[in-house]
């Protein structure tokens, strides 16, 4: 398995382009399903994630042509209705391939997602919403059975704004008779692309981005020729590890629109931040100031930079309390963090960090996506080395990351094969 060593000390400077947003481009890809035309996805970011998505429509019997960060999809003719456990297990979001099958085929079987190291993750409101929608369901030996012969519009209400669920609602509903009101759906950006690729295929949906979203199903859906957005998430990482290492980075791709809370409270910490076009600049000249942090639906801060967030709070000066409210148990980074000299309290969804100077590098073990990516930042400010196992975790998600950093000045290298 491979293994990130880091040496730290080292101030990050120049630019950094940032790839397309995984969280999008997953459900755009899975809509390819709901058309047998032909379908074209740019800026796909090049990650695990995107090549499980890839496989998983290749399996259905969707013809796939890869031309680097662009891909053509034409599900013609789908040859299977099964999203198989082995698949589900390692990318949650393959079960949003249930809906698209079921509109299109009247019938599909997705292995449920089980719990995941941040918390159970239940999809109790997508399968409620496909109910509503006429979907008849069971459960069979850890399968979703999914049957219907039209989806028929609804009105659902979600109890919590699930990007997951809305998303699955968006594409069924796209396909289903009449329509479809979402209240107290998402509002992430992401929603807005998915809204935006769907809507290019001829769906008719208003409201995307915000609480209520209104979806009037067609017959029928064409092609599709989208570009992902950029990923918001791996921009506001770059951001944090500028600030953290008192360097001075340009993120292109960053939209400050999309990062709102999180640019809010790096000023609040200390930051410099210069709002360009199509980039932001992040500056940092000394120590940043500890600050409270609470994770919330969008557009509050995002529970995905919550890591990164707490990495910055171990080296601030001061105190700072971060709430977790978004998921279960997504704290595993904090115990990885106490092997640094991080020092960190954690009572149920809170996380209490009083920042120390210095840390000292370390054998780490990387938990989740996010998780492993803020142990590389704590690596960037700790002194000597610090070595991250498990990176298949980061690989999920971020583009060749430790290009990235390296070519902004970090000493930071991948051990191919080393011992895990
Ligand atoms: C998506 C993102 C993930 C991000 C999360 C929250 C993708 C591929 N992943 O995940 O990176 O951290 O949004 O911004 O886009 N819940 C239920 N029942 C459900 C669905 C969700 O109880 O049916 C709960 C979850 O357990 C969790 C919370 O709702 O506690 C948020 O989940 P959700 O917004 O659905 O996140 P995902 O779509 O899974």
């Given at each position: ?37 032909r ?84 999809v ?44 699955h ?71 944090i ?25 790096l ?17 940092a ?5 500890g600050?409270?942090?609470k ?24 105190t ?12 595993m ?83 191919k094969?080393?011992?895990?």
């Amino acid at each position: 398995m491979d293994v990130i060593r880091v040496k730290g000390g080292r101030r990050l400077t120049g630019e950094v382009q940032v790839a397309g947003a995984k969280n999008a481009a997953l459900p755009i890809l899975f809509s390819t399903l709901l058309t047998d035309q032909r379908c074209v996805v740019g800026n796909l970011p090049q990650v695990q994630d995107v090549r499980t998505a890839l496989r998983l429509l290749s399996d259905l019997g969707a013809e796939v042509e890869e031309d680097g960060s662009t891909v053509a999809i034409t599900a013609g003719e789908i040859t299977s209705s099964e999203a198989p456990y082995e698949l589900v297990k390692t990318m949650r979001a393959s079960f949003l391939v249930l809906g698209p099958l079921l509109a299109r085929l009247g019938h599909a079987r997705v292995s449920q997602p089980g719990g995941c190291a941040i918390g159970g993750r239940p999809v109790n409101l997508h399968l409620h919403a496909l109910q509503q929608l006429g979907a008849e369901l069971d459960l069979v030996h850890g399968y979703t059975e999914a049957r219907a012969d039209r989806l028929r519009g609804a009105e659902v209400q979600l109890d919590f704004p699930s990007v997951g669920a809305t998303e699955h609602l968006m594409m069924v509903a796209s396909l289903a008779h009449g329509e479809t009101v979402i209240e107290n759906a998402a509002r992430e950006p992401e929603i807005v692309d998915l809204a935006a690729a769907l809507r290019s295929m001829g769906a008719d949906i208003e409201g995307a981005g915000e609480a209520i979203v209104r979806v009037r199903g067609a017959s029928q859906l064409g092609g599709m020729n989208h570009q992902v957005l950029p990923d918001r998430i791996e921009a506001g990482t770059f951001l944090i590890a500028a600030a953290m290492t008192r360097g001075e980075v340009v993120v292109r791709g960053a939209r400050s629109g999309d990062l709102h809370a999180l640019l809010v409270k790096l000023r609040e910490a200390g930051a410099e931040l210069e709002e360009r076009d199509d980039a932001i600049v992040a500056r940092a000249a000394r120590r940043l100031a500890g600050v409270d942090i609470k994770t919330l639906p969008y557009p509050g801060f995002p529970t995905d930079l919550q890591a990164q967030m707490m990495a910055l709070a171990t080296v601030s000066q001061g105190t700072s309390v971060i709430t977790e409210t978004v998921f279960e148990n997504r704290f595993m980074h904090a115990n990885e963090f106490l092997r640094f000299g991080a020092d960190i309290s954690l009572d149920g969804h809170n996380a209490v960090v009083r920042g120390v100077e210095q840390l000292s590098g370390a054998p780490v073990m990387a938990t989740d996506l996010r998780a492993s990516v803020s142990l590389i930042l704590v690596g960037l400010v700790a002194d000597n080395t610090t070595e991250v196992r498990r990176v298949y975790h980061l690989d999920r998600g971020y583009e060749r990351i430790e290009e990235k950093l390296a070519a902004l000045g970090a000493s930071i290298e991948r051990v191919k094969g080393a011992r895990g």
